[in-house]
């Protein structure tokens, strides 16, 4: 039989179809390859072997008893350990919440268990979804598999190596200001952020309430499309919520995938997030994937995006503006780590400070400090209400972009992967304007995409895809031709330039 | 400084926030019950208890509510309106932020006009009414019951997350001595508005409505506005005089000692009727307001908005004045119609046909009496329209007062309508002469002795004739008619 771990989403769901496999051989499978290689990837913080293997065993058995299941049912899928998930240890990567188990399940938690998908387990994050390396997660590092000295960017990055590294063939992640994109786009994946609203927040640890974003993260663009039809869909949970969704992501895709689609394609190519500030390796793949999709017959169109200068500066103050507040909540009074101050009295007051001294780390810290800051008496016009208005800027100028182009493009990262410990060397704030390409969309809460453009010194490129708001099947339809012609040059996909482990 | 002294020299000001409990079915931004006396912590859901992930979503019935009562209140509703978070740290707030609407109110710009004792009509201008949740409740325990001093203490969120409205007044001047009063009338107006609207069982003693009371002095009408203190959850009518009272009084003694009197919050005490010191208010208060993320703006459509307003119910103030005049009751009758909760019935009773006295008397007399006897509900006991059946038997003369008691026993037993009972047990007033005749000319016949008295002049001695009488028509002889054929025969 050939390896498991290497097919494609949808193939291992044709497979089932056909009698060719089970869930249950696909999920043994997958949790081999996790048994052999998660020492080296970190990308699982927990694995749940034998709830994934029950869920698989009961889809073949439904199977075989000639029940129509979800297209998806027994393909295996790791959540992002932010998402809540009944009876499964949810930690999002802080001390604060180690050995947490929830009495709930997030809804898009819910919607892949009601498809039948295995749960192999909940990959790691950067704490409360906080960096760009994971390597913020209270639990250790996650390596890229590409090189496991490189970061696999972050927040997501657990859910990216997990599927860079086989150990899962699909993952739910989650992006706020890039969090899916930039590990896809350092680990030769894809990864999507949904319209804000198009997937459900309920159930998902918030980070910044106004910017986050379910994404579904694949192989290919056309996995990616099938998981997020499963994770979409109106909510009565949650009040942001779209209540007229869209659909037609994996027809859309399969669609893009067809040779020609690219035709007439408008493909904007946005000035500031291009040039200077990438590094040329990233900026040459780019280029040579947007030459590969005009030979393709897209049209290269070219997009003035001032307001993206300030996006950066508005995304952190607004973000962590949120975070104070959201975070608020954790503070050893009613769940998860509770410690009592060495000296002094005990009271509720120092109950919690000593409980958020001792279970926040350094970087979610600093956005609860900058956030507090920026919402206090005096300072909010300054701040908060500024950054809201750069936010209605980047918004006008997107609206004004897609006048003239289908979907607007730049590279994911203006780097590859960087080493791991790079970023504490680093000042925050040079390591903040690595979200520069992707911010822009949660600001303005429009779909985007990361799928590999190619591959710079050994390490792979992503090339990023911006729709307007609902138009998430652009992205899928370009996006996977975009993929086709890529892979049809270089004869075989991105990720399979990538060493073995 | 006495109330008295302080009064002649000092002109109070007033400002009232009122928290009202929404009655809804279900909390502001979850589905957890909204109900009293369950075991604690058992109306929640992972959003009442802040659980990660957990998110709210606005309770469409609390809008309504609020809708409501900014109507009544003669507020503008808005258009659109957001909500916001408060940001503190308390454990009984399980997100450690309140969710709550800051300078987007769902309601502004309103007016309530109240009725004090005598009469005089108070018009008070109400700033506006907004959304909020409830936090939970704190317990103490060790020590004195309060937190300082406490071993440890217990939270429960059955009550996080209720909705509330919150209604602020504007500044209330002129209202010199009858300071005390207006506030205490201002909240029983706003009580009896919600319970009108259906929107809050709005029971004072069970905290559905808390008054939080500002009252400052200054020197006279036209001087500015003095520092005010915010007397805290005074939670029934005589309590709120008595803290106005004493907040006036206080105050001017601080003002005469030559000193300033603090902004802060103060604790009203039941048991000796003063105030104590809270927390200080500064502007260092800061709770980082920003529009909740979590929630999209609410748009109440104008057309919603005009059929809630069409189908409001006839305020308190208005079918008051309107059934004063209408029935002639005295005020301090009416008062105490209002205040038993009778008026609904007694309209009910009337519009069934009987006469508003009639009504009255029978639902404040003997059926309270009754009521009160078996611990229930009035009105569970009969309804309005066997009530002026009844009265309408006593009106034709079938039944006196004491029959038709007896009857309403009867009916409150479930035995029938008025007339059916009446009839089963045959307490009708006997209205048949010929048998009225027959048993007068038995006692004539039987009692000599006393027709001789009557005769002589002596007619007290008739009642000597009625015992065998009303004996013999089993006490449903009309006793007046009886007499006159008394007197007819022997003068005959």
């Known amino acids: 039989m050939a390896d498991l771990t290497r097919l494609s989403a949808l193939d291992l769901a044709a497979g089932m179809r056909a009698g060719d496999y089970s869930s249950t051989e696909i999920t043994q499978a997958h949790l081999d390859r996790i048994s052999a290689v998660d020492e080296t990837t970190g990308a699982f913080i927990t694995v749940t072997a034998d709830a994934a293997l029950a869920t698989a065993a009961d889809v073949d058995r439904r199977r075989a008893a000639g029940e129509t299941l979800h297209p998806l049912a027994g393909v295996p899928v790791a959540h992002k350990d932010l998402i809540v998930t009944e009876g499964v240890a949810t930690t999002a990567a802080s001390k604060m919440l180690e050995g947490w188990v929830p009495p709930y399940s997030g809804t898009v938690y819910r919607h892949t268990q009601e498809a039948g998908m295995p749960l192999l387990g909940k990959t790691n994050l950067d ?54 994109r930039q590990p896809a786009a350092f680990t030769g994946t894809v990864g999507v952020k949904p319209t804000y609203g198009s997937v459900s927040r309920y159930g998902v640890i918030a980070m910044a309430s106004s910017l986050d974003q379910v994404g579904p993260m694949g192989r290919t663009v056309a996995d990616a499309a099938a998981l997020h039809e499963v994770l979409a869909g109106h909510d009565p949970h ?31 190519v946005i000035r500031q997030l291009t040039g200077e500030g990438v590094e040329p390796g990233v900026q040459a793949a780019f280029d040579e994937a947007l030459t590969i999709a005009e030979a393709a017959g897209a049209e290269i169109v070219d997009i003035d995006c001032p307001s993206f200068s300030y996006a950066v500066e508005a995304y952190y103050l607004i973000m962590p503006s949120e975070v104070s507040s959201n975070l608020a909540r954790y503070d050893g009074m009613r769940y998860g780590l509770r410690v009592e101050p060495e000296e002094g009295p005990v009271t509720a007051e120092t109950v919690m400070a000593a409980t958020r001294a001792a279970g926040f780390g350094a970087e979610v810290k600093r956005r609860i400090i900058l956030g507090t800051y920026a919402l206090s008496a005096g300072y909010y016009d300054a701040y908060y209400g500024s950054a809201q208005k750069v936010r209605t800027l980047v918004q006008r100028d997107l609206a004004k972009a897609f006048e003239t182009a289908d979907v607007l493009v730049s590279p994911t990262a203006p780097t590859t992967a960087f080493d791991l410990g790079a970023a504490k060397e680093m000042d925050p704030m040079s390591l903040y304007l690595g979200d520069v390409a992707t911010i822009p969309a949660n600001l303005a809460g429009v779909p985007g995409m990361s799928v590999p453009a190619g591959v710079a010194e050994g390490l792979p490129v992503g090339f990023q895809l911006l729709a307007p708001a609902r138009e998430d099947v652009r992205l899928y339809e370009i996006g996977a031709g975009i993929e086709a012609a890529v892979n049809d040059t270089r004869g075989a996909g991105v990720l399979a330039a990538a060493p073995e482990l | 400084m006495k109330y008295e002294d302080a009064i002649k020299k000092y002109d109070p000001v007033l400002g009232i926030e009122v928290h009202v409990e929404l009655g809804t079915a279900t909390k502001m931004f979850d589905a957890a019950p909204n109900s009293f006396g369950v075991g604690a912590n058992e109306n929640v859901t992972p959003v009442s208890l802040g659980l990660p992930g957990a998110l709210p979503v606005v309770n469409e019935t609390a809008v309504e509510y609020a809708i409501k009562i900014g109507l009544a209140l003669g507020c503008d509703i808005a258009e659109s309106c957001r909500f916001a978070r408060k940001n503190y740290f308390y454990p009984d707030l399980a997100k450690n932020f309140q969710t709550s609407q800051y300078d987007e109110p769902i309601a502004f710009d309103g007016s309530l006009e109240v009725e004090l004792e005598d009469g ?31 071993e440890y203490s217990l939270v429960d969120y059955n009550r996080a997350g209720v909705p509330l409205v919150e209604i602020v007044t504007r500044p209330i001047t002129g209202t010199g001595e009858r300071a005390p009063e207006v506030a205490a009338a201002y909240v029983r107006t706003l009580r009896d508005v919600f319970r009108a609207l259906g929107v809050s069982e709005a029971r004072m003693e069970q905290g559905n409505v808390r008054a939080d009371i500002n009252v400052s002095l200054r020197e006279s009408p036209d001087a500015p506005l003095g520092t005010r203190t915010e007397t805290k959850n005074v939670n029934s009518f005589r309590s709120i005089e008595r803290a106005v009272r004493y907040e006036i009084a206080r105050q001017a003694t601080v003002l005469e000692a030559g000193e300033q009197v603090l902004q802060e919050t103060r604790h009203f005490h039941e048991e000796t009727g003063e105030t104590s010191s809270g927390r200080v208010k500064s502007d260092s208060d800061d709770y980082r307001y920003f529009p909740e993320p979590d929630l999209v703006p609410v748009e109440p459509s104008r057309d919603w908005v005009e059929q809630l307003r069409a189908d409001l119910p006839e305020l308190p103030a208005a079918k008051r004045r309107r059934l004063l005049e209408a029935w002639g009751f005295s005020e301090l009758e009416m008062r105490d119609v209002i205040n038993a909760g009778l008026l609904d019935v007694i309209e009910q009773t009337v519009a069934a046909g009987a006469e508003p006295a009639a009504a009255r008397k029978w639902w404040t007399g003997e059926i309270a009496r009754v009521a009160k006897q078996e611990d229930a509900e009035v009105t569970t006991l009969v309804t309005a329209a066997h009530v002026a059946e009844l009265a309408g038997l006593v009106k034709a003369g079938k039944l006196n007062d004491k029959l038709a008691r007896k009857v309403l026993a009867g009916v409150i037993d479930g035995k029938g309508s008025p007339t059916e009972v009446m009839e089963a047990e045959g307490l009708e007033i006997v209205q048949d002469d010929g048998a009225l005749e027959a048993a007068v000319d038995d006692a004539i016949a039987a009692n000599p002795d006393v027709v001789e008295k009557i005769k002589g002049g002596k007619m007290q001695a008739i009642g000597a004739l009625m015992g065998p009488i009303m004996k013999a028509t089993r006490g449903q002889a009309d006793a007046g008619k009886a007499r006159e054929m008394i007197l007819a025969k022997i003068n005959s």
């Open chain 2, 120 to 150: 005089e009509l108070i018009t008070v201008e109400i700033e506006r009414a907004h959304m909020e949740e409830d936090a939970g409740k704190n317990t103490h325990v060790g020590g004195s019951g309060r937190i300082h001093g406490a």
């Open chain 1, 127 to 180: 704490e409360f979804a906080m960096g760009a390396t994971t390597e913020n997660s209270a639990f250790g590092p996650t390596a890229n598999p590409w090189d496991t000295t490189k970061v696999p960017g972050g927040s997501s990055g657990g859910a990216a190596a997990a599927l860079a590294a086989y150990e899962a063939p699909l993952s739910v992640g989650t992006d706020t200001g890039g969090s899916v």
């Open chain 1, 238 to 268: 949650d009040s942001t919520s779209l209540t007229d969704q869209a659909t037609g992501f994996l027809a859309a895709a399969e669609a893009g995938a067809a040779s020609g689609s690219l035709a007439g394609k408008r493909l904007g």
